[in-house]
């Protein structure tokens, strides 16, 4: 299927907008959540209907623009930036309350605050299901260790016990955690969070994979391996 101008757009928009992002939450990420989300909506039943592909596609392209980690200084122009983009594009009303709907409640932290807790759509499930896969598995580990890097955090440190259940507020408040905590404040939890059936099938391997990797991890921080 040739992609659409407002497609290409986005595209171009969201590469330019994460241009200087570490390498995980780049435009890599972006693409690949763009199409697992696509694969999720076919499995999930969903390409029938061009009108929510088209939601899939741009809410999963323009999802990570203005993402909090990457923002030193709240500005609103920032909120504004995918809004203003769907406007110029000309999307129509409906698909554009839709994409910004999902984008708004999808992240992890939004759950935890209840934002997420709502009547979700379709749409909606096979975008945040393609994201949250994408943070788990073997990427996910990759991608774990790449962020923890960038912002100088410790590895591990047997210590520092991870927060199990934390506020939205807290979550956020990420100075004193280690990197491994971060699989047991979050990436952990992702499977069971899953929202669509085809999410929850593909969470299964990666989640093992996760659990395994920990398990070895442990064993040779404490010279056991």
């Known amino acids: 299927m040739a992609k659409s101008e407002t497609v290409r757009n986005a595209e171009k928009l969201m590469e330019s907008a994460m241009r200087g992002n570490d390498a995980s939450h ?36 323009l999802h990570d623009i203005g ?9 609103l122009s920032e909120e504004k ?15 554009k309350a839709k994409i ?15 934002i997420g807790n709502f009547e979700y759509f379709p749409e909606f499930g096979v975008v945040q299901d393609a994201d949250r896969l994408d943070a788990i598995g073997a990427i996910g580990i990759a991608r774990c260790f790449t962020f923890g890097g960038s912002r100088k955090r410790v590895l591990h440190d047997p210590a520092i016990k991870p927060r199990l259940d934390v506020s939205k507020e807290e979550y956020m408040k990420k100075e004193e955690q280690t990197t491994v ?11 069971d969070l899953m929202k669509t059936k085809a999410g929850q099938r593909r969470a299964e391997k990666r989640h093992k994979f996760m659990e395994d990797f920990l398990k070895e991890f ?7 391996a």
């Not at 999720?40 to 209907?49: D, M, Q, T, Y």
């Not at 999902?102 to 605050?113: A, H, N, P, Y």
């Open 67 to 75: 993402d909090y980690k990457y923002v030193s200084c709240r500005d």
């Open 100 to 114: 910004l709907q999902i984008i708004k409640r999808m992240g992890f932290k939004d759950e935890l605050s209840g």
């Open 181 to 191: 905590n971060h699989f047991h404040e979050k990436l952990l939890k992702l499977k």
């Open 26 to 61: 780049d435009s890599a990420h972006v693409f690949r959540v763009r199409n697992i989300a696509l694969s999720l909506a076919v499995e999930e039943g969903l390409s029938s209907s061009p009108y929510s592909m088209e939601i899939v596609e741009l809410a999963a392209l």
């Open 81 to 95: 930036i995918v809004e203003n983009f769907l406007e110029e594009e000309g999307v129509e009303e409906s698909k």
């Open 218 to 224: 442990y064993e040779e921080w404490d010279g056991r």
